[in-house]
């Protein structure tokens, strides 16, 4: 641990871009609300309140901003990310789309229906076209299962600012920024992985084994938690990064394991390895928003069963990728 300490720290003194965070958190974007009235309101203030207001900036408002289709269209810039349609039960079918669709942004249509069953398509709106959610209520249980992912998907390159200005989007941040970090680090471990059982294939990536695996998927891990904090209103702050050290810690050991393994099972080895990464990256973004969503630390039986449910989440992925390179 104590080796894992003191990498950890020559990292920190290496230099966190701090700086690039705090550009993320500024970044601007704005969503436009439309359909009933009385839905649009409340849409737009849970938006804005969720269940944690700490740290949210005062221009928070200004990134909601309500139209009326067919009416005077609002300006396009390269600040709109997507239009929230909101309505009762067959206002979305009773309803022109196509000046929506002119804004050239994507449509997350929702429809409020306490007696319907909860509903919606697997993925995001493109661009100039709409997806129809029905929910029961305007409320964080009936819309973080795929409305809250998606307005986020539709959000790419700005996520930490939304989160920081909408915070009942918060939790959905979190989640995407951490499983892209999770599979930036399963890139690298399986690159990694590779170079040490093909030696040819290190001409080519030898720069992720020069750079040193285990502190290329510290470095990410650590980018995560202060992505997630900002996302949660905290200011990037190196110094909080003492509440991580075991997690992050914890990971050298795993990394250390999944190296042993990967000689000793040369092939099965590269995914394991893969996994760990993947999972362990997994756990710490899980772990630093779990702790501001809930004011407590992750309990250890808790970071372990979130950690063996990724593992092999992305053990099937790696196995999975490994065949599709071998065949090719």
Request: proline letters at 5%; charged letters at 20%.
């Amino acid at each position: 641990m104590a080796t894992a300490t003191g990498d950890i720290l020559r990292l920190v003194r290496k230099g966190i871009d701090v700086r690039t965070v705090h550009a993320n958190t500024r970044k601007p974007f704005r969503f436009y609300l439309c359909g009933d009235p009385a839905l649009v309101a409340e849409m737009r203030a849970f938006l804005l309140d969720g269940n944690n207001v700490e740290g949210m900036p005062l221009d928070a408002a200004a990134c909601l901003e309500t139209i009326v289709p067919g009416m005077a269209q609002p300006t396009i810039t390269q600040e709109a990310r997507l239009v929230l349609f909101l309505g009762r039960g067959g206002d979305v079918s009773g309803t022109t789309m196509q000046p929506l669709r002119a804004l050239n942004l994507p449509i997350i249509a929702i429809t409020v229906d306490e007696a319907a069953q909860t509903s919606g398509p697997s993925s995001a709106p493109a661009r100039g076209t709409f997806a129809e959610y029905t929910v029961a209520s305007i409320s964080r249980e009936a819309l973080r299962g795929r409305v809250f992912p998606h307005i986020v998907e539709c959000c790419k390159g700005v996520e930490i600012a939304v989160g920081r200005r909408l915070p009942a989007l918060r939790e959905s941040v979190a989640a995407k920024l951490t499983r892209d970090a999770a599979n930036n680090a399963l890139k690298v471990a399986l690159a990694s992985a590779v170079v040490d059982h093909i030696p040819v294939v290190g001409l080519v990536m030898g720069v992720f084994a020069s750079a040193g695996d285990m502190m290329a998927i510290t470095g990410i891990q650590m980018m995560l938690m202060l992505h997630v904090e900002a996302t949660y209103g905290k200011d990037p702050d190196v110094q909080r990064m003492w509440q991580l050290l075991p997690v992050i810690g914890g990971g050298f050991g795993w990394r250390s394991l999944a190296r042993e393994l990967s000689g000793f099972i040369p092939v099965a080895g590269i995914a394991i390895k893969g996994a760990i990464a993947y999972a362990g990256t997994i756990v710490v973004g899980e772990g630093v928003a779990f702790y501001y969503e809930q004011g407590r630390h992750m309990s250890a039986g808790q970071a372990k069963s979130i950690y063996e449910q990724t593992k092999n989440e992305a053990m099937t992925f790696a196995r999975d990728l490994l065949r599709r390179v071998t065949n090719r």
